[in-house]
């Protein structure tokens, strides 16, 4: 390979993203064949570093309203030609398919995690913080190193996982999420009873004095409450 370090830098802050990454796809431009003839095309880094290199048959490059030709390409990575194998080496550092990993003029530190679930709907954990989402979700700018994402949803365990995120590289973080058994719940119940009072009580009296003979009798009726008592 001949593409230099400053070579790679230049590519991937000319043609890359606007993170200064090699893509596989996404990016439109033309090119002006030595036909002198505009040839519109779309792809990604690679694709448009082996237009510039075909210098029989490409004069330049237009991207971003700018054009490129391979001389200027040439000065940028040290004045040293670029090489077919050069091509090959951009396209294995594009990111794709994912997994692959993604060469940037800026040295990243973090990845991404993409999380998935059966059944999905699940909240995300990232080391035991909520990250405010449901599955299936991809968790970006995520620092690398060792992280556990735990997947949580009603009527199922919790499932923790444990990933290791590479700089520039999208790691997979995926459960199938099992039945928890029912909960009984136990403890003191209190009921308030409300009770509304409204009996009539029928009280017969028969009082005899000893020292007189005629009986007393009679009928008295208590009423205890009026209905509205509560």
Not at 82 to 94: F, H, S, T
Not at 183 to 211: A, C, E, F, H, R
Request: with cysteine; aromatic share 6%; hydrophobic share 35%.
């Amino acid at each position: 390979m001949t593409l230099t370090e400053n070579g790679k830098k230049y590519i991937a802050t000319t043609f890359g993203n606007v993170s200064k990454c090699y893509v596989a796809s996404g990016i439109n431009w033309s090119y002006t064949g030595t036909d002198s003839q505009t040839y519109n095309e779309s792809g990604g880094t690679a694709q448009i570093v082996s237009r510039l290199i075909m210098t029989s048959l490409v004069q330049s490059v237009t991207y971003n309203e700018h054009n490129y030709t391979y001389a200027a390409l040439k000065t940028a990575n040290d004045n040293t030609d670029i090489a077919l194998g050069d091509v090959q080496w951009i396209a294995q550092n594009d990111g794709a398919p994912t997994g692959e990993a993604q060469y940037c003029s800026t040295a990243l530190s973090t990845g991404s995690i993409s999380c998935t679930t059966t059944p999905s709907g699940a909240s995300v954990y990232l080391d035991g913080v909520s990250q405010g989402v449901v599955t299936p979700v991809t968790l970006t700018n995520v620092s690398a190193g060792s992280h556990t994402v735990t997947f949580a949803l009603s009527g199922y365990n919790a499932c923790p996982v444990t990933v290791t995120v590479a700089a520039g590289v999208t790691a997979t973080a995926s459960c199938t999420l099992t039945s928890a058994p029912p909960q009984i719940v136990t403890g003191d119940i209190m009921l308030l009873i409300k009770v509304k009072i409204n009996y009539i009580y029928t009280i017969t009296t028969s009082i005899i004095p000893d020292n007189v003979t005629d009986v007393i009798t009679g009928a008295t009726e208590i009423v205890i409450g009026n209905g509205d008592n509560k």
